[in-house]
Each structure stands twice: as structure tokens, then as C-alpha cells.
């Protein structure tokens, strides 16, 4: 979705110019905004999208050397059945009060703005059932980052058994 690529193009021509930022670039708040208040504007946006991004998913995978973990952040993995894609499934998590907290405090979004975004999302149930490992994302960010720091120790331990299988 980078300025001048197919993808913005046709975004631009679904959506029109209202979803571009004074420097051509896509913003994606304003986007946001008209997608999820409409689940047939959010199908469109998905049907443009997803085919470019799986594609770059499968080249970036062909391109890593053996014992690499290549990470994919995949937004809507339990809305669109993804998971079965992937070898293994890491959910963030935080309440859905906490959610709705920050998208306000942090993103700027209204609450109507951030409960629409949310509404148009798979419930927490529905991640936390697809997930293989969970991360708490309910405290600080030092402790998150603490966390992931951990998870990717894990990760490469993982990575390396299956690159040096024991003997």
C-alpha cells in the first residue's frame, strides 16, 4: 500500500482520494474509519489486500535461510480461518476493556470509532481458540517487551531443534 503501488491505486479507486493523507500516502485512521462501519466495504478493502499480502508472506518464506523464524503479523488470522497457514499461532491479548482504553487514549478514536473497529474484529474468545501460545498484553510495555523477549528465546530454542534435530 506504499505510494505509487497497484495496491494504493486500486484502494484509492474503490474508496476514493478521502482515504489518502495530504502526502499521497494511505491513512489509514480515515480508512479505517469508512471499512469498519461497513462489513461489505471491509470484504472489498480484504479482497484487495490479502492476495497482495500472501504473496509477500510467500516470498519472504521462500527467501529465508534454513533455521530463520519469519514472523507474520496476520490482523485478521481467526476472521479469515488462517490459522492452519502457520506453524504456529501467537495471540496478544488484553481484556476487551483495556482494548476499547487505549484504542481511545492512544489511537485517538472515539468510542462509537473504537467500539465499530472492535465489533468488526473476531472476540477475544475466537483468538484466544485459534491461539498456540498467548501472550499477556495487559500491563506496561516493559512488561510486554519483557514477555516477547521471552517468547523469542522460546522461538529460537524451537528454530534450532528443528534445524539440529538431537542425535
Known sequence: MAVGTPGLAEVVSV???????????????????????????????????????EARMRELESSALAGSIVVH????????????????????DAPPRLQLDRL?????????????????QATREQRLAIADIVVDNSGSLAELDRRVGELWTKLRQRADRVVRPPS
Not at 42 to 53: D, E, S
Open 15 to 53: 474508496f476514493g482520494p478521502g482515504v489518502l493523507g495530504p502526502d499521497g500516502s494511505l491513512d489509514r485512521g480515515r480508512l479505517g474509519d469508512v471499512v469498519f462501519a461497513d462489513k461489505d466495504l471491509l470484504a472489498r478493502l480484504n479482497g484487495i489486500v490479502h492476495p497482495r499480502v
Open 73 to 92: 503479523d496476520v490482523p485478521l488470522i481467526a476472521e479469515n480461518g488462517l490459522s492452519k497457514l502457520f506453524d504456529l499461532v501467537v495471540v496478544v
Open 104 to 120: 481511545v487514549r492512544l489511537r485517538g478514536m472515539s468510542e462509537a470509532q473504537a467500539r465499530a473497529r472492535m465489533a468488526a
